[in-house]
């Protein structure tokens, strides 16, 4: 079957680094997706990675290893408003996106 | 101007009753989608229409059926709710439908709760 694997919680520090890690399980891969949820609002678009390596836009970097199934969000200069749950996400050989549950990011003064 | 919109917010019901939700996306994209996110926050997505065709529908109950008048247009309709049926339903859109950098534009979720 498929399946998306990432932390349940995490809790940071504020002007910190954190690494949020997602494993895939997928019939084929078309890329894989990070989005940022605040709580009671809609899920955002952050990063999308296709081919092996980092990705880096400002103060977040995404990489990706298909050989591994595997991904990570990495944030850096932590701030409170970066408390939210990340949502991770692979792409199948149908364009069909299968959804981590997410992971809450608890950022702490 | 909101990109992808959906009303109501918030919407609370007795079980039995049919009821609506309806999204709007003023980015021209050619595909609009319904996902559900449940309590433990898990998106499953339901429906999605390009260019007013259905495209996907994963083994949703058929009490649940989308209604595209237009491709800037994908509403819900629901009959004979039920207590499961409770949570949170987004709309997103995208252009294209078979890229590999889909980017969602989501809706700010409309919250059933069924009593």
């Known amino acids: 079957g498929q399946n998306i694997d990432q932390p349940t919680e995490m809790t940071a520090t504020e002007g910190a680094i954190v690494q949020i890690n997602c494993t895939y399980q997928?019939?084929?891969?078309?890329?894989l997706f990070w989005y940022q949820q605040h709580a009671g609002e809609a899920p955002t678009f952050l990063s999308y990675?296709?081919l092996d390596g980092l990705e880096e836009k400002g103060r977040f970097s995404s990489f990706l290893s298909r050989s591994k199934g595997y991904s990570y969000l990495l944030l850096k200069e932590l701030q409170m408003k970066d408390s939210a749950s990340y949502l991770c996400?692979?792409?199948?050989?149908?364009?069909?996106?299968?959804w981590g549950a997410g992971t809450k990011l608890i950022i702490k003064p | 101007d909101t990109a992808v919109s959906q009303t109501p917010k918030y919407l609370v019901t007795q079980m039995g009753n049919d009821k609506s939700i309806k999204c709007e996306q003023n980015l021209g994209h050619d595909t609009m989608y319904w996902y559900k996110q449940d309590s433990k926050k898990f998106l499953k997505i339901m429906f999605s229409y390009n260019n007013k065709e259905l495209i996907i529908n994963e083994t949703v109950p058929n009490r649940f059926s989308p209604k595209s008048p237009d491709k800037a247009h994908l509403n819900l309709h629901i009959n004979s709710l039920e207590l499961g049926d409770s949570a949170v339903y987004f709309c997103?859109?995208?252009?294209?439908?078979?890229?590999?950098?889909?980017?969602?534009?989501f809706g700010a979720g409309s919250r059933l709760t069924v009593l």
């Open positions: 997928t019939s084929g891969f078309n890329g």
């Open positions: 996400a692979a792409m199948d050989s149908n364009y069909q996106l299968i």
């Open positions: 990675n296709v």
């Open positions: 997103a859109s995208s252009q294209g439908e078979h890229s590999g950098a889909n980017v969602l534009t």
